[in-house]
C-alpha cells in the first residue's frame, strides 16, 4: 500500500467530513430526524395520556353508577 502524503491526506478528511454527503451534512440530517420524532413522541404521549384519562373518568362514572344503586 502507498504512503500518502500528509497533505492528501487532511484533503480526503475534509471531503469525508465538509463533502456534499460528508459526515456534516449527515449529521444535520440526523439530527432533524430526532427532533421530529421527539415531536412526534411527544404529540403520541399526550394522546395517550388523554385516552387513559377519559377511560378512567367513565370507569369512575360506572362504578359510581353501579355502587349507588
Known sequence: ????????????????????NGILVRL????G???ELRHEMRNEFVAVRRE????FA????????EFAA
Open 1 to 20: 500500500m502507498e504512503s500518502q502524503t500528509l497533505e492528501a491526506r487532511v484533503d480526503a478528511l475534509e471531503h469525508i467530513v465538509n463533502g456534499e
Open 33 to 35: 430526524e430526532v427532533s
Open 58 to 65: 367513565a370507569v369512575r362514572v360506572e362504578m359510581r353508577d
Open 28 to 31: 444535520d440530517k440526523l439530527t
Open 52 to 55: 387513559m384519562r377519559d377511560e
